[in-house]
């Protein structure tokens, strides 16, 4: 039973260009998402999240946009760099439970030069 | 960087040892958390801690416990090692109004 998808394995992006990363979710008690990058041989490090009552946030060139109806979340890259090449996690946090986050599959992406 | 220190980072075994993996940390944080990534199926929760001494299960628990008897320190034992637990396991510690943070992992294979 797996409450958080990620279905793509893997992205290719050419350099400079946007990078959409989706994740789908279906616990309607999660109420807070998070999006975490991963390094070969490192472990994750957190990238930006959202809670469940915003719609959109937004740190630099990362935003987050999260539409519950759907129970949607997506992670757009702008524009998207070499270093961006990673592996990015998405997480949802329930209400319930010590903090818990459940994460999906994991997308790999590739900003191609 | 958040102070989380994983040991071993690599680990070689045979089916049916014993195998113990630590995670340290120096920030005083409240939970702690394992977790294993396998290829298709991302990070999977194997087990927790809330405090010292208060641990409960995850997703994936069977074969594995765990102990926490300071703040500090969270451990994860295989009892008896199985070729389905190689895997990358990684540690994490969170309060409650912080993201989590992750330990660098631990490599274990079992032959």
């Known amino acids: 039973d797996q409450q958080v998808k990620q279905n793509s394995p893997s992205l290719s992006v050419q350099e400079g260009r946007i990078s959409i990363l989706n994740c789908d979710y279906t616990?309607?008690?999660?109420?807070?998402f998070l999006w975490y990058k991963k390094y070969p041989a490192e472990g994750p490090t957190f990238l930006i999240s959202?809670?469940?009552?915003?719609d959109k946030n937004e740190d630099g060139r990362f935003t987050v946009f999260l539409n519950k109806s759907a129970k949607h979340l997506s992670l757009h890259i702008v524009p998207s760099q070499p270093g961006d090449s990673a592996v990015y996690f998405c997480?949802?946090?329930?209400?319930?439970?010590?903090?818990?986050?459940?994460f999906g599959q994991g997308t790999r992406l590739t900003i191609n030069p | 960087d958040a102070g989380i220190t994983q040991s071993p980072r690599h680990k070689v075994t045979e089916t049916g040892t014993p195998v113990t993996l630590r995670c340290h940390q120096t920030?005083?944080?409240?939970?702690m958390y394992w977790y294993r990534q396998d290829p298709g199926h991302g990070l999977r929760l194997i087990h927790y801690?809330?405090?010292?001494?208060?641990?409960d299960k995850g997703e994936v628990s069977d074969g594995y416990s765990v102990s926490r008897s300071k703040t500090e320190d969270f451990l994860l034992t295989l009892e008896s090692a199985t070729s389905s637990q190689t895997s990358v396991y990684f540690c994490?510690?969170?309060?409650?109004?912080?993201?989590?943070?992750f330990g660098q992992g631990t490599r274990l294979t079992v032959v």
């Open positions: 616990n309607s008690m999660f109420d807070y």
């Open positions: 920030e005083n944080h409240r939970y």
């Open positions: 994490a510690i969170k309060d409650p109004n912080t993201e989590a943070f």
């Open positions: 959202i809670s469940s009552i915003k």
């Open positions: 801690s809330y405090g010292v001494k208060d641990t």
């Open positions: 997480a949802a946090r329930g209400i319930q439970g010590a903090q818990k986050l459940v």
